[in-house]
């Protein structure tokens, strides 16, 4: 899986691109919620965080997904999911 890196300047919702030869308008896509986060390795990645509640089967590569949850906050990993198992 490749990793991305943050953008030199992430764009706002409110940013906008001319091309300089046909004059057509564009706003780039920005996520807001996205930041630098460092993954278990401890590689900085951008985008957003989420947690992944999961459990397995006994069969072969199965996996069931019992809840998503977004990080809010930088380092927040463990007390999101404590939240969402307390839920």
Do not use: C, Q
């Amino acid at each position: 899986m490749a990793k991305s890196s943050p953008p030199s300047s992430a764009p706002s919702l409110w940013d906008k691109r001319v091309d300089k030869i046909t004059g057509e308008v564009s706003y780039p896509r920005a996520e807001t919620d996205a930041a630098l986060h460092a993954e278990g390795t401890g590689e900085l990645v951008w985008g957003t965080k989420f947690v992944i509640i999961a459990t397995r089967a006994a069969e072969a590569n199965s996996r069931y997904i019992l809840d998503v949850a977004h990080v809010p906050t930088p380092g927040g990993d463990a007390a999101t999911a404590m939240e969402r198992f307390a839920a």
